[in-house]
């Protein structure tokens, strides 16, 4: 998939704190790292591949036991918050998580930036241009925390894991007042008001590598559609990611927990669920007290009675016939499978340590085939990888065209401080890879759009989800293989699943007639 598509998925609406570092020893810009390494001392360990890769199977501890600290319960009342995520649904998913907690804080939420007292920056740190764009609103935040000193800024996420840009933060932008990581989130009460009333920026960045909160107050993007995490973290140490490195290990969340959490949000009238993590294939594999995978959690979860069940993101390597035995029952277990490749060549799968082949690839495709027909599968696949030949990136081409993918999240490699790809000399000029990125979005455009066409006079079930944002009297919603459908009907089926016939397809996205009976049936 690449912008355009992106966007066209996005259509539907559902400084005087700067003075308070003057008493610091020196002036910020003048500082080392080794001047804020006392931040790190008993927190943080910068990400360390070798380190990463021996972590132990430390026991996961599960906490039942979140409660916001009395002091900080209204400390929020009369103020706004706003939180600004990038990256990920699992991104997406914490910031429901610290909307649930602020809210609970007292805080109500704001869309205006100028109106916000917290204005936190969930961010992403998969790829250079996803940092690049928060270090831009880090600086486009700071005549607003000049003028507005108690307002606090504070970033979060994946980025927040990596020492260097912590350091970057806390040397070049001062603006910011707190800066937390991806294990920290439950902790928000206290940095709040730490950062509310500490003279110098709040850092809380912990390398210990997560012990599982439950109970966590959310406050879910909509009534709808709703994510549930499955399992956190990933121990695959692709060579090119650092999620390893900013997720820590995996570690699953216990079953009865994911269960009853399915179970409320069905009672609650939710339609679709989707599981995630970051390699959900993974799930279970932690456990050392009871034998229960990926596949057993989905064979529970199809008996809950809602009506879609999705999730993201499988690893090809983890993908085993017991779930591809559950997945076939059908039932609410969709059958759209996302399944990044990649690459198409072996010789590159085997750099980026994936652990598959080409051909182990293809022959899972098509074991996934022939147990589901009706199979819709998409991918993610990076171009440019260090030294990727030009051969090698054909074989990509071919694969995309062999499996026959719908669409596609397309990529050009970026390197990622502390990664093993990143230490590895590239000869491959940028303009190559970008000519490569064009043949390759001009291929996955032209399957999605003959996938689209494919539809073309036929009924599909649409999860009415809201407002076509281009135009209010037009309904917007995705079917059971998440292609987006545009239609006119009334208001009133919002939330609710329908029968849509396709009058036209576009590339990215189907228009279609709202089929009169199920208006009847839903009124
Ligand atoms: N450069 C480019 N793309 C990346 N991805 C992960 N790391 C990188 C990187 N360093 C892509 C992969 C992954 C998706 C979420 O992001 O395709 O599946
Ligand atoms: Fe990154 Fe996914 Fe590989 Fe894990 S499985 S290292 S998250 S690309």
């Known amino acids: 998939?690449?912008?355009?598509?992106?966007?066209?998925?996005?259509?539907?609406?559902?400084?005087?704190?700067?003075?308070?570092?003057?008493?610091?020893?020196?002036?910020?810009?003048?500082?080392?790292?080794?001047?804020?390494?006392?931040?790190?001392?008993?927190?943080?360990?910068?990400?360390?591949?070798?380190?990463?890769?021996?972590?132990?199977?430390?026991?996961?501890?599960?906490?039942?036991?979140?409660?916001?600290?009395?002091?900080?319960?209204?400390?929020?009342?009369?103020?706004?918050?706003?939180?600004?995520?990038?990256?990920?649904?699992?991104?997406?998913?914490?910031?429901?998580?610290?909307?649930?907690?602020?809210?609970?804080?007292?805080?109500?939420?704001?869309?205006?930036?100028?109106?916000?007292?917290?204005?936190?920056?969930?961010?992403?740190?998969?790829?250079?241009?996803?940092?690049?764009?928060?270090?831009?609103?880090?600086?486009?935040?700071?005549?607003?925390?000049?003028?507005?000193?108690?307002?606090?800024?504070?970033?979060?996420?994946?980025?927040?894991?990596?020492?260097?840009v912590v350091n970057k933060i806390l040397q070049k932008h001062q603006q910011v007042d707190l800066i937390f990581g991806t294990h920290n989130i439950h902790r928000l009460p206290n940095l709040i008001e730490e950062a509310m009333f500490s003279k110098a920026q709040v850092v809380e960045v912990w390398s210990k590598e997560g012990d599982i909160i439950e109970n966590l107050p959310k406050v879910r993007h909509g009534k709808i559609k709703a994510w549930v995490n499955i399992m956190y973290g990933c121990d695959k140490f692709c060579t090119y990611c650092i999620v390893p490195m900013t997720r820590g290990k995996e570690r699953s969340r216990r079953p009865e927990d994911i269960i009853q959490e399915v179970r409320h949000l069905a009672a609650q009238g939710y339609q679709e669920v989707t599981l995630l993590g970051q390699n959900v294939n993974a799930y279970g594999k932690d456990f050392e007290d009871i034998d229960y995978q990926f596949g057993d959690l989905l064979d529970d979860v199809r008996k809950i009675d809602i009506p879609r069940v999705r999730f993201t993101t499988s690893h090809p390597r983890d993908f085993d016939d017991h779930l591809i035995e559950v997945l076939a029952k059908g039932g609410n277990l969709l059958d759209h499978i996302h399944l990044p490749v990649q690459s198409g060549s072996s010789h590159i799968l085997r750099k980026m340590n994936r652990k598959y082949t080409r051909e182990s690839y293809l022959e899972l495709v098509d074991k996934i085939k022939a147990a589901i027909p009706n199979v819709t599968l998409t991918t993610d696949i990076i171009v440019g990888f260090p030294n990727e030949t030009e051969e090698q990136f054909e074989e990509t081409m071919t694969l995309m065209e062999e499996v026959g993918f719908e669409s596609a999240y397309t990529f050009i490699y970026s390197p990622r401080e502390g990664t093993p790809a990143a230490a590895q000399k590239d000869e491959i000029p940028e303009e190559v890879k970008k000519e490569r990125l064009h043949r390759l979005n001009a291929l996955v455009n032209k399957q999605s759009r003959e996938s689209m066409k494919s539809y073309e006079g036929k009924v599909v079930k649409v999860l009415v989800e809201g407002e076509s944002k281009k135009d209010d009297t037009v309904l917007a919603g995705y079917t059971e293989k998440n292609k987006v459908v545009n239609f006119k009907g009334p208001k009133s089926i919002i939330g609710t699943i329908v029968d849509v016939k396709v009058t036209e397809a576009k590339t990215w996205s189907l228009d279609g007639e709202l089929m009169k009976t199920t208006v009847e049936v839903n009124e």
Do not use: W
């Not at 704190?17 to 500082?31: A, F, G, H, M």
């Not at 036991?65 to 991104?91: A, H, S, W």
């Open 1 to 164: 998939m690449n912008e355009q598509q992106r966007k066209e998925q996005a259509q539907i609406k559902q400084a005087a704190s700067l003075d308070r570092k003057s008493d610091q020893d020196k002036p910020l810009s003048e500082k080392t790292t080794e001047d804020f390494a006392h931040y790190f001392q008993t927190t943080y360990e910068p990400p360390d591949i070798r380190k990463a890769r021996k972590r132990g199977r430390d026991k996961v501890e599960v906490h039942y036991d979140f409660t916001i600290p009395e002091k900080v319960q209204q400390i929020g009342k009369g103020k706004k918050f706003l939180i600004r995520t990038y990256g990920c649904q699992m991104n997406e998913h914490d910031t429901e998580v610290m909307a649930g907690i602020l809210t609970e804080m007292g805080y109500e939420t704001t869309t205006e930036t100028e109106e916000a007292d917290v204005i936190l920056l969930n961010t992403c740190a998969i790829r250079e241009n996803a940092e690049n764009k928060v270090f831009g609103e880090i600086g486009h935040l700071k005549p607003l925390k000049l003028e507005k000193p108690d307002l606090i800024i504070g970033v979060c996420g994946c980025m927040s894991q990596q020492e260097s």
